[in-house]
Each structure stands twice: as structure tokens, then as C-alpha cells.
T-cell receptor, first 114, second 113 residues
Framework: NAGVMQNPRHLVRRRGQEARLRCSPM?????VYWYRQLPEEGLKFMVY????????ESGMPKERFSAEFPKEGPSILRIQQVVRGDSAAYFC????????????FGPGTRLTVT | QKEVEQNSGPLSVPEGAIASLNCTYS??????FFWYRQYSGKSPELIMS????GDKEDGRFTAQLNKASQYVSLLIRDSQPSDSATYLC?????????????FGKGTKLTVNP
């Protein structure tokens, strides 16, 4: 009964490079959420996706960030031209139902920009 | 801006005591409330969900919800050193066909042996 899977667990990028973070939801879950946790700060919502649809990207910076959840394969959070301020833990969560369903988190990807 | 407020702590209790964690939220329309535990360097782990006013018990954990006061709490009975972690209160906010969790900044709990 696999939980939410994320990879890589740790990612180091130089300024200006691209970062790709992947998330596979729990089996039977069709709702995927991405959150970011900056050092010493709380978890912040970034984007909510269902298969082939972005439902809400209001928490995602307008520039350089994008997300997708294709019909086949994992959800991808892409950060282009990374800057030091992008260094954070990025967590993916999934839920089975809409309307207040419990969200289960993956282990996260810790991005370090040098 | 929907907000969730928690006492940042740190909260320190002796082993075997009751730890009480509190949370208030601003969105009157919220219907789903969650407590997550996060160990240092790890991901949030769901420990309690509550949807109705009153108490909900699960083992040593009791969640309490008062929608009129916009208040959620978590009680941990017979606290153990392994309960030492940051506890995150999360409120589900539904808006315009979307929904998301809004988190408090967390309360760091230390249980002393």
C-alpha cells in the first residue's frame, strides 16, 4: 500500500538551472497538491491539480514555476532559472476526494540552489 | 487572506503529562480541520481530522472543534518523548471550485523524560 512518492529526495542546482520535481499520488487518489516550506516558515500552498487539469495555481509564483499532472505518469513541478530563494522543501500531497478530503504528504524534495 | 494562527511555543511538558495545542482560524466557511505532526527534517504526517463540533478521540489524541469560536485544539494524553515534534494545524479552504490546506506555523512540542 504505497504512499505518496516523490523524487528526487534531494536536489542541488546551480543558479540559472532548471529543477524538476516529481510526485506520484497514493493509489486511488486523483487530487494532487504541491506545498512549499521555506526554512523556519510554515507550509504554503502552491498548486492543486487533477489529471490533465490545473485547478488552482494561485499560490505559485507567476514567473519560472509551472506544474502539470499528465494523463499518464507523475505530477511534475518545474522551476526554471532557479535562484537562491527557491531553496526549500517541496512537498506533494494527494487526496482521494474533493471537498475537504484528507491530504497525505510525500517525503518531500529538498532543493538547494548554490 | 485566510489565516490559521497557532502558538509558536515552544511547549515543553514532562513525560506522562497532557500536552494542549491550540489553533484559531479566520475562514468561517471552513468545514474540515486537520492536525499534522512533523518531525525535524521530515514530511507532515496526518494524525487527526475533525469535521464536526465537539471532541474526537483516537488513542492518546483528542481533537476538539468549536466552529462558533473558530477554534481547534489537540490534546495529547500521557505524552511520550517520541511525541516531541512540531504540530501543524491545517484548515481546508474551499474557494471558486478549488480547495487547499492553509497551515499554521506550527507549535514545537518537547516532551521531557
Amino acid at each position: 500500500n504505497a504512499g505518496v512518492m516523490q523524487n528526487p529526495r534531494h536536489l542541488v542546482r546551480r543558479r540559472g538551472q532548471e529543477a524538476r520535481l516529481r510526485c506520484s499520488p497514493m493509489k486511488g487518489h486523483s487530487h494532487v497538491y504541491w506545498y512549499r516550506q521555506l526554512p523556519e516558515e510554515g507550509l504554503k500552498f502552491m498548486v492543486y491539480l487533477q489529471k490533465e487539469n490545473i485547478i488552482d495555481e494561485s499560490g505559485m509564483p507567476k514567473e519560472r514555476f509551472s506544474a502539470e499532472f499528465p494523463k499518464e505518469g507523475p505530477s511534475i513541478l518545474r522551476i526554471q532559472q532557479v535562484v537562491r530563494g527557491d531553496s526549500a522543501a517541496y512537498f506533494c500531497a494527494s487526496s482521494q476526494t474533493y471537498r475537504g478530503g484528507e491530504q497525505y504528504f510525500g517525503p518531500g524534495t529538498r532543493l538547494t540552489v548554490t | 487572506q485566510k489565516e490559521v494562527e497557532q502558538n509558536s511555543g515552544p511547549l515543553s511538558v514532562p513525560e506522562g503529562a497532557i500536552a494542549s495545542l491550540n489553533c484559531t482560524y479566520s475562514d468561517r466557511g471552513s468545514q474540515s480541520f486537520f492536525w499534522y505532526r512533523q518531525y525535524s527534517g521530515k514530511s507532515p504526517e496526518l494524525i487527526m481530522s475533525i469535521y464536526s463540533n465537539g471532541d474526537k478521540e483516537d488513542g492518546r489524541f483528542t481533537a476538539q472543534l468549536n466552529k462558533a469560536s473558530q477554534y481547534v485544539s489537540l490534546l495529547i494524553r500521557d505524552s511520550q518523548p517520541s511525541d516531541s515534534a512540531t504540530y501543524l494545524c491545517a484548515v481546508n479552504v474551499s474557494q471558486g471550485g478549488s480547495e487547499k490546506l492553509v497551515f499554521g506555523k506550527g507549535t514545537k512540542l518537547t516532551v521531557n523524560p
